[in-house]
């Protein structure tokens, strides 16, 4: 079952927010996970039933609507689709709970009414690790976007599933009630930054990057 292989990792984006739920899969064995299902849930099962994958866990970096709103109808389709044994839903940081539990409110704001609040069977939090796929992905707390954003980094690849905390030439909103730009910006240079140059960054919008061209050309961390 397991694979000395690069895993395989497609951007689909979902939601009117475009954001970039990535399915991640091991070429060899067909089982994956997908991180931030924010919605669009058909066109999800169809790419994993295209792909022939087999879904174990659902990650979700941070509690936003366009993250989280199609994690617990994705995990029951798939449970119901696939037959055999649960999906993992493995949240972020407990910090981020009152946005689990207000997406039906947060989506109602902007008219949308086919997302819905997630209830993750764990939470993270800051330097742990978990097994996916016989792969070990470690946690980090990045908190400013939202108080319990993490990432989820891939140390084998060198990929940091780094949701809304560091884009190609910005970073996250911090204009919420509860958003820090301060904080943002020290977690992202305490966090990500440490990861290395060479470690590919798949943000939840727009294009991947790595940490080196942010480090030497994003405005915000200069
Ligand atoms: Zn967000």
Not at 29 to 54: C, E, M, N, Q, S
Not at 89 to 107: C, K
Not at 200 to 216: D, F, M, N, Q
Request: contains cysteine; glycine residues 10%.
């Amino acid at each position: 079952m397991s694979s000395t292989g690069r895993f395989g990792v497609e951007r689909v984006p979902v939601t009117p927010f475009q954001q970039n739920c990535s399915l991640v899969w091991d070429p060899a064995t067909r089982h994956a996970f997908v991180i931030d299902p924010g919605g669009d849930v058909d066109k999800l099962l169809g790419r994993i039933k295209a792909a022939d994958l087999t879904v174990d866990a659902i990650l979700l970096t941070h509690g936003h609507l366009d993250h989280v709103g199609g994690a617990n109808a994705l995990r029951n389709a798939l449970e119901a689709r696939q037959g055999n044994g649960s999906v993992r839903l493995i949240g972020p940081s407990r910090e981020d709970d009152f946005l689990l539990n207000s997406v039906e409110t947060q989506a109602a704001h902007f008219g949308i009414n086919d997302l819905h609040n997630a209830q993750p069977d764990c939470y993270t939090s800051d330097g742990e690790t978990f097994t996916l796929l016989n792969r070990v992905y470690e946690v980090r707390h990045v908190p400013g976007h939202t108080p319990g954003h993490v990432v989820f980094f891939d140390a084998k690849d060198k990929v940091v599933f780094a949701g809304d905390t560091l884009f190609r030439g910005t970073v996250g909103r911090t204009d919420f009630p509860y958003g820090d730009s301060k904080q943002l910006i020290d977690s992202i240079h305490e966090k990500i930054i440490p990861l290395g140059d060479d470690v590919v960054v798949l943000p939840g919008h727009g294009a991947p990057t790595t940490v080196g061209a942010e480090r030497i050309n994003n405005p915000f961390l200069q």
